[in-house]
Nanobody
Framework: QVQLVESGGGLVQAGGSLRLSCAAS????????MGWYRQAPGKQRELVAG???????NYADSVKGRFTISRDNANNTVYLQMNNLKPEDTAVYYC?????????WGQGTQVTVSS
């Protein structure tokens, strides 16, 4: 399995930016997929952005053009750059990694966007 630690959340005004980081305990080369999910109060957890097993990226329609997922293989870290944040982006953001049949989650980081 892999341990994941997120950081970078916080409170920001609408239109602002934040960058989330997800540090993995092992080489991210070895992982099948990695991605960012979020869960708002009263809602289901949803995929925000991720790397597929083939190395391509995918994004939720609601964040396309505003969020960018990237990776630093040397430091085993995945980032989520979030620009032009909206109040509806408010949620707990979780990092996820899939290794074989094992799915690992970080502890989550709160992102709050004020209007």
């Amino acid at each position: 399995q892999v341990q994941l630690v997120e950081s970078g959340g916080g409170l920001v005004q609408a239109g602002g930016s934040l960058r989330l980081s997800c540090a993995a305990s092992r080489s991210i080369f070895s992982l099948n997929t990695m991605g960012w999910y979020r869960q708002a109060p009263g809602k289901q957890r949803e995929l925000v952005a991720g790397f597929t097993s083939g190395g391509s990226t995918n994004y939720a329609d609601s964040v396309k053009g505003r969020f960018t997922i990237s990776r630093d293989n040397a430091n085993n870290t995945v980032y989520l750059q979030m620009n032009n944040l909206k109040p509806e982006d408010t949620a707990v953001y979780y990092c996820n990694a899939l290794l074989g049949i094992w799915s690992s989650w970080g502890q989550g980081t709160q992102v709050t966007v004020s209007s």
